[in-house]
């Protein structure tokens, strides 16, 4: 098992964590970022389970592709020998039933049928294939990792993994045969040369930097921080302590996230962080760990 395209967080949910920290979010845009932690938390948990892999395969996580002006994203894709293997994950919790095609929740809401979104990647991943002259078939399960989801008159022949079903479809993988060659690592090439870094998320919402809330949040519970000591914050919320220059790099990467365009100087980064750190600190931050520009009279860091 060699995994060629590690994952990473989804880069709207890293825009979503840094806007609610420093804007009063609407009840959409907060239902948006809670299914947007619901993804996080079953894409790691699928990770975890293709990270147990013994066989030979190549593994990718979070593909955005292109093909004929439209987009699509793959939350994992094995290429093994003889197939590849892509896969859709979610994170659904509750009971749930198909009846004609249609999906409902239990309280017979209808939902959205994640098999179209399955069957409109797979097809748009068969003319990628075809388009680069890849002949390994291609098949893409919607799997399922949450242990308290249940799905009940799944039609025959749909590809869909339960939790309950996970470890045997791991064996079932582990047995497959598959020596790789060049051409399979040409593939994973491919594909990772034709992935596409979205950073359009911030379109979606109109805001500005003077009715942002200043300050630095904790990076493992997003409680408020506030200063400890001479050189180190403390969140009240989980007790983490860090000092203040990893917590002012962090609230800088957060104000390049909101603000790609935006310079970054000693002051703009005194007032984002609410003045936790002096100005004096802030400048030695900046002077070690970014690189200086600008005039004596225009100094900015990136």
């Not at 004609?100 to 748009?124: A, C, G, H, T």
């Not at 990893?246 to 800088?252: A, E, M």
Request: with cysteine.
């Amino acid at each position: 098992m060699m995994i060629v395209k590690p994952r990473s967080p989804a880069p709207q949910l890293t825009f979503m964590e840094c806007l609610n920290n420093h804007l009063d979010l609407s009840l959409k845009e907060k239902q948006y970022l809670e299914n947007l932690r619901k993804g996080e938390v079953g894409e790691r948990a699928w990770e975890k389970q293709l990270n147990t892999l013994s066989a030979e395969v190549l593994i990718l996580y979070d593909l955005t592709l292109e093909i004929n002006h439209t987009l699509f994203q793959i939350d994992a894709l094995c290429i093994f020998q003889n197939e590849i293997i892509a896969f859709e994950v979610k994170n659904y919790q509750g009971e749930f039933h198909i009846k004609n095609n249609l999906w409902y929740s239990s309280s017979l809401n209808e939902i959205k049928n994640p098999l179209l979104q399955v069957r409109r990647n797979e097809s748009l991943l068969r003319q990628i294939a075809k388009r680069h002259k890849i002949r390994l078939p291609i098949k893409y399960p919607l799997i399922f990792v949450h242990p308290e989801f249940m799905l009940y008159e799944i039609p025959p022949n749909e590809n869909i993994i339960l939790i309950p079903q996970i470890r045997r479809f791991i064996e079932t993988l582990n047995k497959k045969p598959s020596i790789l060659n060049k051409s399979h690592h040409q593939i994973a090439e491919m594909l990772i040369s034709m992935n596409i870094q979205r950073d359009d998320y911030s379109l979606k919402f109109n805001y500005c930097f003077e009715g942002m809330r200043k300050g630095i949040w904790c990076n493992k519970c997003n409680g408020k921080i506030v200063r400890w000591g001479k050189s180190n914050l403390f969140c009240e919320q989980c007790q983490t302590e860090e000092s203040i220059a990893t917590g002012v790099l962090r609230s800088i990467q957060n104000l390049k996230i909101l603000f790609p365009s935006q310079k970054i100087s000693t002051a703009l980064v005194h007032e984002w962080c609410g003045e936790l750190a002096s100005k004096i600190t802030i400048q030695r931050i900046l002077k070690r760990d970014l690189n200086k520009m600008g005039g004596s009279k225009n100094i900015y860091y990136v």
